[in-house]
């Protein structure tokens, strides 16, 4: 199956500050996604991405197809940001990403 | 509407139980998912299901034992579990398999806790 790589895995921002995660993947994907999974274990689509770029308010997400990688940016972080940030890729199957935890400090 | 629904939200059962979990979606969508997830890890699939029948499962212990009754609905019926099966359990759903068109939505999930 595909690997699907995230760094870093622990993010500590103070209120304010940008951020950008990356997720690298191991084989050529047809789609990716990003979520945000909250405390309480929701998870938030926030960008179908199989290539190109999206923004979506404070949000923006690039993917490099060609190149297996796909990057989130958060500026401007806040509190409600904190929680998990995976990237899913699918091939013949969904395959998630080890994670990147988000804590933002006030 | 782009939402999928699970009950119950939280379920603690011995190891001598039977329970379902249930999973609904009105979003037409004909894919339907269940996932487990334990702390600090990223959720794993366990059984995927195509116009309603099932099309993956990841090597899943029989005593979870996954059901579409139709396409709107995904039950996961539960028997004889183990402490190690306390985890997170997540549905999605997506509007088919294909290549194409598999942006997953996911349900809040079902927080299982076996004594």
């Known amino acids: 199956g595909i690997q699907v790589e995230q760094s870093p895995p622990d993010l500590i921002l103070q209120e304010g500050a940008n951020s950008t995660l990356r997720c690298n993947f191991s084989?050529?994907?047809?789609?990716l996604q990003w979520f945000h999974q909250n405390p309480w274990g929701q998870l938030i689509n926030l960008f179908y991405?199989?290539?190109g770029t999206k923004q979506n308010g404070r949000l923006s997400a690039t993917t490099v197809a060609t190149e297996r990688y796909s990057l989130l940016y958060i500026s401007s972080s806040q509190t409600t940001d904190s929680g998990v940030y995976f990237c899913a890729a699918t091939g013949n199957q969904f395959y998630f990403g080890t994670g990147t935890s988000l804590t933002v400090i006030p | 509407d782009t939402e999928v629904t699970q009950t119950p939200k939280h379920l603690v059962m011995g190891m001598t139980n039977k329970k379902s979990l249930k999973c609904e979606q009105h979003m037409g969508h004909r894919a339907m998912y269940w996932y487990k997830q334990k702390a600090k890890k990223p959720p794993e699939l366990m059984f995927v299901?195509?116009?309603?029948?099932?099309?993956i499962n990841e090597s899943v212990p029989s005593r979870f034992s996954p059901e579409c009754p139709n396409s709107s609905l995904l039950n996961l019926h539960l028997h004889a579990l183990q402490p190690e099966d306390s985890a997170l359990y997540l549905c999605?759903?997506?509007?088919?398999?294909?290549?194409?068109?598999?942006?997953?939505?996911f349900g809040p999930g079902t927080r299982l806790t076996v004594l």
């Open positions: 999605a759903s997506s509007q088919d398999f294909s290549r194409s068109y598999n942006e997953q939505f």
């Open positions: 299901y195509s116009y309603e029948k099932l099309s």
């Open positions: 084989d050529s994907v047809n789609n």
């Open positions: 991405i199989p290539s």
